[in-house]
């Protein structure tokens, strides 16, 4: 079966002017979706809320969200502007997860994540000494190399690409072995970095996907310092993705602690994609965060893997030979605090063992097409039974840090094609077709919470702005 292609909304700019083209691009479905049950919350939720009985949350989180990631609430802004609705529902968009809180009916999925530094295809550029890149993706016929000093050397598959610095012969035969002459980085075909995961949720999320691209800029900055490479479901400005660093993060859901106003970590991975190069870096700025809610994260570059768990802001590293996470807590101080049912826990248990399995099958330099294989592996991959409470498999990433690549089965990852997506020089390109989008007046209609103000959702630039943005056409 061939999935509809989902939206694709890029955006550079600074965060408000982004989040403007974000919320004018996807007025239409956004409004449909606050209007299906609010954000179908009241499908999930032990009790019916409102936008009035959420006030006071609302008010807390957005706080929150501005003091310690005030870009993101510009951002949210915008995205309020965009849309024509409200703020209150721009910032509800963000923390739906957090106001249906823990679920105690029996569940059977929340995503199943793993990493790898070998499993995924060849293609990691190669790093220079002082950490400048040296070459393009090895493996891959007739792509320029491009030295320290920057001259082009390029040669045709199965011959040797060229000479390097100071006479030095820099690259070998296509897919070989490829070395800095200066002693940086060796990349050779045993294979790249990877991190791969399910996207299991309820309240039938599948038909909310979309693929950010966004890039921000700072004040005298006309080119963003690195772009992002998301998932989005229904507005939110993060989930999981890829910057232009080489930096990828996935997630999955843990429940434990007391979940409180904060920054949630769907926002606090958005954070982590704009501001980190790296998984250090990434781990430093996580350590500062207000988090407001449990989570495991699986976060992965070029070099390294750390898988972390989350509870009461409390954030821990793992110490994992194999990286893969699922449902319940791994750490030894939190597994204590582990509010996972019975049933989840099961079914948490067998995906992580089935998932540990398969990957210890994958050899070196598997390709994408091989780890949704794994995916879509019925213990692993998370079937539906028509209980919109229940959660199921929505969507299945295969991320490539070395490729700075997004690749996406949406719906069920053994039925539906792959779409992927990458950066290009402008970070404007990706290589699936977007699907419709929704674009016209965003006028104020019938949104729920009202204070929803007007504002031109045209589905292009951010007028009034600095950003600029299209969604679906080529991808």
Known sequence: MTASRVPVVRATGRPFDVGYAHGAALAGPLRAFIDDD??????????????????????????????????????????????????????????RREIIGYQRIPARGDCTTYASLSAGPAGSPVVGPAGSPVAGPVGRAGVPVVGLAGAPVVGPAGSPTGIGLAGAQVAGPAGGQVADP??????????????????????????????????????GQSAPARRALVLSFG?????????????AIGLNLVLGGRWRPGVPPYL?????????????????????????????LMLCDPDTVACVEICENQVLVLDMARPVHTNHFLHPEFTGADELNIFARNSSLLRLKACEAGLAALS????????????????????????????RTVAAVVLLPGRRELHLRPGDPSVSSTQSFTFTDTGAAASATGGPVTGGRATGGSATGGRATGGRATGGRATGGRATGRAGGTS
């Not at 009241?42 to 006071?56: E, G, I, K, T, Y």
């Not at 294979?191 to 004040?219: E, R």
């Not at 991975?269 to 870096?281: F, G, K, P, T, Y």
Request: proline share 5%.
């Open 38 to 95: 609010l954000c179908r919350i009241n499908r999930l939720a032990p009790a019916p809320v409102s936008v009035d009985s959420l006030r006071r949350m609302l008010d807390s989180y957005g706080s929150a969200i501005a003091a310690a990631t005030p870009g993101l609430s510009e951002e949210i802004d915008g995205l309020a502007r965009g849309a024509g609705i409200s703020r209150d529902l721009a910032v509800l968009l963000q923390i």
């Open 182 to 219: 200066a002693g940086g980085q060796v990349v050779g075909p045993a294979g790249g970095p990877v991190l791969a995961q399910t996207v299991d949720l309820n309240g039938d999320l599948d038909d909310q996907i979309a693929v950010l691209d966004i890039g921000l800029t700072g004040p």
């Open 235 to 247: 507005g939110l400005l993060g989930y999981l993705g890829v910057n232009s660093d080489g930096l």
């Open 268 to 296: 606090a991975i958005r954070h982590l994609l704009d501001s980190a190069a790296s998984v250090q870096q990434a781990l430093s700025i996580l350590r500062e965060l207000p988090l407001a809610s449990s989570r495991s």
């Open 364 to 391: 070196d330099a598997s390709g994408v097409a091989e780890h949704f294989a794994l995916l879509a592996q019925p213990t692993i991959c998370v079937a539906g039974n028509g209980d919109i409470r229940r959660e």
